[in-house]
């Protein structure tokens, strides 16, 4: 392994025990390039540049056809795929992550920009903003609340509506409403008007996709022992296979330009995109309309949910993949740098014109495979979407809208996950409820799925929480084991399954609460067992404790409860239940206690 490498793969485990903010593993952990950058050999410098130039093959015709997702002229998908290159390039804490236009991110800016570039723009920059505070804050555990039935549930509804948007330009139908509901009604009901040569197109790009794909799926790995002309091919057809976009795309267009020449045209084309480079200036604070001027704070009205869900997604998306083949290849991401990272790549973006961006998992699966050892291949990535935008636009007028078409349909696909369906049912099924109204109501409001997926997890977990599982074993005493930690919301169901089991029966017997498992308890809890301790007091029998942690016991005894008992062991207490000689409890201050016991306490 290069020590450029290893280096990058130390400052990511060191940085976080970096004692001082000035310290030079702080700075690393600001700035991941300093950490491989020096150990650079210039012998390397024609690494980065197989996976550079496969993920830019890739990402030019995706951005050109995510422009169209996201409902933006052609030349923002491109505004988009180079900020975030250059910007991980330095930031980064992962060798294999690239930033750029992802199908989910364009769909949410078709949500909440009305396809307007300066909404888009503006929520680049307002994203970007919220996910670099959530950086300096470091509040990335926010997004743990955002369970995986609910990511699943969101990006298989999103591969549907994605994918079925693209029917119409599939088959040359024009004037479809966007929202899916009238979408799925009217391209039915206009199928009929189906052009020919697009729906032709379509379906054979469709095919030499897949069989593209399955290609590259069964090339043999090479190995060194191979001759030279076997290796030279085994990489002709990997290259092939993973640019199999652009080869696509490009064999579309010379199909258009034929026609083109002869004087028809079968096909709906891209039409005219901006040639050259995005200018630099400020995002779009207001914008002026027919109608007047729509000010800063009407546009982030018009915006609205999209303020939370376009940056979290965003973020989630990115991490769960840089976590992904974070661990696929041994090594460690910085969750927090990240977030800074993919922040100031949105807010350096709407400088140019871009929308927001977030990780692509197609593209980062073309990097890693790509033999990658550090960020530097994005610098190629980036280059070579700046030279097509200088040099390349004239030629993508004649590419056909269902050869875009075919390649979002072809990229969305695997995100329509149909075995975490019976994964979750063979495991758990009570998490197939977040999964099943995040589908469902995404297709209503994207906002209104994801925060139905969320509050569904969190109350499952509430009721997890408030009605804990409670082991019961039966005999002259008997004792009760809480399965996890007690807190507020338990106190009852704990009490009412001790009393029914030891003081409802004839006669009342002793109990034991074995607290392996409990290792903390609220004021609310305290309140609850000392009741619990009166109720077994007027009945004339007792309730112990046993198996107690440092920081329970410590509570406990603070509080002062009155025939409060405890042991060491679940067996002393029973002894003692059972009035058998040679056990006793706790309970009389710390001389009866056992020396570690009281060094514990007093630690």
């Known amino acids: 392994m290069p020590s450029a490498v290893k280096a990058l793969g130390q400052a990511r485990s060191s940085g976080s025990m970096a004692p001082g903010c000035c310290s030079p593993a702080a700075v690393q952990r600001r700035l991941p390039i300093l950490a491989w950058l020096p150990h650079y050999s210039v012998q390397w410098l024609k690494m980065p540049l197989t996976p550079g130039l496969s993920v830019g093959l890739t990402v030019i015709p995706q951005a050109l056809a995510y422009a169209e997702v996201a409902g933006l002229p052609p030349q923002y998908g491109l505004y988009s795929a180079f900020m975030g290159c250059f910007v991980y390039f330095f930031l980064g804490t992962s060798r294999d992550v690239t930033l ?13 920009t009305f396809r307007e570039p300066a909404y888009a723009v503006l929520l680049a920059f307002l994203s970007g903003c919220i996910q670099l505070a959530m950086g300096l804050l470091r509040l990335g555990f926010l997004l743990d609340f955002i369970s995986c039935p609910v990511i699943k549930g969101f990006t298989s509804a999103a591969a549907v509506i994605i994918g079925f948007g693209q029917v119409k330009n599939l088959l040359g139908l024009q004037h479809i409403p966007r929202q899916f509901f009238l979408q799925v009604y009217h391209t039915f009901l206009r ?7 697009d729906a032709a197109l379509g379906l054979v790009c469709m095919v030499l996709l897949l069989v593209l794909k399955l290609m590259r799926d069964h090339v043999p790995p090479v190995h060194p022992e191979m001759p030279p002309g076997v290796r030279l091919s085994h990489g002709l057809v990997w290259t092939a296979t993973t640019a199999r976009n652009a080869l696509v795309v490009s064999f579309a267009a010379l199909v258009a330009y034929s026609f083109e020449v002869t ?8 039409g005219e995109t901006a040639q050259g480079l995005p200018p630099v200036r400020t995002p779009p604070f207001s914008v002026t309309t027919a109608n007047g001027t729509v000010s800063f704070t009407e546009m982030v009205q018009d915006i609205g949910a999209g303020l939370a869900v376009v940056p979290l997604m965003g973020l989630l998306e990115s991490i769960a993949i840089a976590k992904a083949f974070a661990s696929q290849n041994s090594y460690r991401i910085d969750a927090n740098q990240e977030l800074l990272a993919i922040g100031l790549t949105n807010v350096l973006g709407s400088l140019v014109s871009s929308y927001p961006v977030t990780g692509s998992f197609g593209r980062t699966a073309v990097n890693a495979q790509s033999g990658v050892c550090t960020p530097a291949g994005g610098l190629v990535t980036g280059v070579l979407v700046l030279l097509s935008l200088g040099y390349l636009t004239s030629l993508f007028y004649y590419i056909p809208k269902a050869a875009l078409a075919a390649v979002i349909i072809m ?6 996950d149909t075995k975490v369906f019976g994964t979750l049912w063979r495991v758990k099924r009570l998490d197939l409820a977040p999964l099943c109204v995040t589908f469902l109501l995404c297709f209503w409001e994207v906002q209104y799925g994801i925060l139905a997926g969320v509050l569904t997890s969190v109350l499952i977990l509430l009721h997890t929480l408030a009605r804990p599982q409670t082991q019961v074993s039966e005999g002259p005493v008997l004792v009760l084991q809480p399965a996890s930690g007690l807190h507020f919301p338990a106190v009852e169901a704990l ?8 003081l409802q029966g004839s006669p009342p017997r002793s109990a034991v609460l074995e607290c392996t498992h409990v290792c903390s308890v609220d004021y609310t809890v305290v309140r609850g067992l000392g009741e619990l301790l009166e109720d ?5 029998v007792t309730l112990a404790f046993a ?4 920081p329970v016991l410590r509570v406990l005894l603070a509080a002062d409860l009155k025939g409060f008992q405890y042991f060491c062991s679940l067996e002393e207490a029973e002894r003692c239940l059972r009035q058998e000689p040679g056990a006793q409890p706790y309970n009389v201050g710390e001389d009866a206690m056992p020396e570690h016991k009281v060094a514990l306490l007093k630690a």
């Open 100 to 112: 750029g236009p992802t199908a989910i991110m364009s769909l949410l800016v078709s949500f909440y």
């Open 191 to 197: 199928v009929g008007e189906t052009r020919v040569g």
């Open 263 to 270: 004087g028809y045209q079968p096909f709906v084309l891209t």
């Open 411 to 416: 990229a969305v696909a695997p995100l329509f």
């Open 495 to 502: 009490r009412e399954a001790v009393l029914s089991r030891a």
């Open 536 to 540: 077994f007091s007027r009945q004339g």
């Open 547 to 550: 198996g107690l942690q440092v």
